[in-house]
T-cell receptor, first 118, second 114 residues
Framework: DGGITQSPKYLFRKEGQNVTLSCEQN?????MYWYRQDPGQGLRLIYY???????QKGDIAEGYSVSREKKESFPLTVTSAQKNPTAFYLC?????????????????FGEGSRLTVL | DAKTTQPTSMDCAEGRAANLPCNHS???????VYWYRQIHSQGPQYIIH???NNETNEMASLIITEDRKSSTLILPHATLRDTAVYYC???????????????FGTGTQLKVEL
């Protein structure tokens, strides 16, 4: 079945270490997104990519980096520069981001990765 | 994207209709209303969206007021599995400047009880 797979589901890291979260989709979607969620809060956009080899900063990009070398994959690296990295990270995808009646604007989300910094 | 206002929490008895309100008084003519829900520790799930007409699918109904300044999501027969945070979001679909990125607020925590 088509969908979005995030891994790992749970991750622990020591302060000062970089960590990379994986996001893979087989929905043939052009656009992919990374969100962060803190307890009791809504989702905040970190980065998004509308097409391969292109990505834009979201609202809270500082301390994070991404790459989009393949359509199916959009990994997120949480660097040591991120001051409060402990959070729930969600990846999403959608069909081509610009125009067209087929674009309903619906986002498809993965199950999330919970990162804890010790 | 227009800002939305939702109650922080609501309770509903199992088997009854759950009516979740959302205010979006600054909505623009080309902005859609979207509803997502998030069950604890899972990714959000799309429920329904609409522009100005009422919409219904297998999960829920969406009622949008004539002036489009508010809407209500209706779960006709709530079950315990409908306990989740429900997000109301408004945005323009497919603008090239921002893709389909959505801005999620804190939503409404719906608790369905026996």
């Amino acid at each position: 079945d088509g969908g979005i797979t995030q891994s790992p589901k749970y991750l622990f890291r020591k302060e000062g270490q970089n960590v990379t979260l994986s996001c893979e989709q087989n929905l043939n979607h052009d656009a992919m997104y990374w969100y962060r969620q803190d307890p009791g809060q809504g989702l905040r956009l970190i980065y998004y990519s509308q097409i391969v080899n292109d990505f834009q900063k979201g609202d809270i990009a500082e301390g994070y980096s991404v790459s989009r070398e393949k359509k199916e994959s959009f990994p997120l690296t949480v660097t040591s520069a991120q001051k409060n990295p402990t959070a729930f990270y969600l990846c999403a995808s959608s069909i081509r981001a610009s125009g067209g009646p087929a674009n309903t604007g619906e986002l498809f989300f993965g199950e999330g990765s919970r990162l804890t910094v010790l | 994207d227009a800002k939305t206002t939702q109650p922080t929490s609501m309770d509903c008895a199992e088997g009854r209709a759950a009516n979740l309100p959302c205010n979006h008084s600054t909505i623009s003519g080309n902005e859609y209303v979207y509803w997502y829900r998030q069950i604890h520790s899972q990714g959000p799930q799309y429920i329904i969206h609409g522009l100005k007409n009422n919409e219904t699918n297998e999960m829920a109904s969406l009622i949008i007021t004539e002036d489009r300044k508010s809407s209500t999501l209706i779960l006709p027969h709530a079950t315990l599995r409908d306990t989740a945070v429900y997000y109301c979001i408004v945005r323009v679909v497919g603008i090239t400047g921002g893709g389909n990125k959505l801005t999620f607020g804190t939503g409404t925590q719906l608790k369905v009880e026996l």
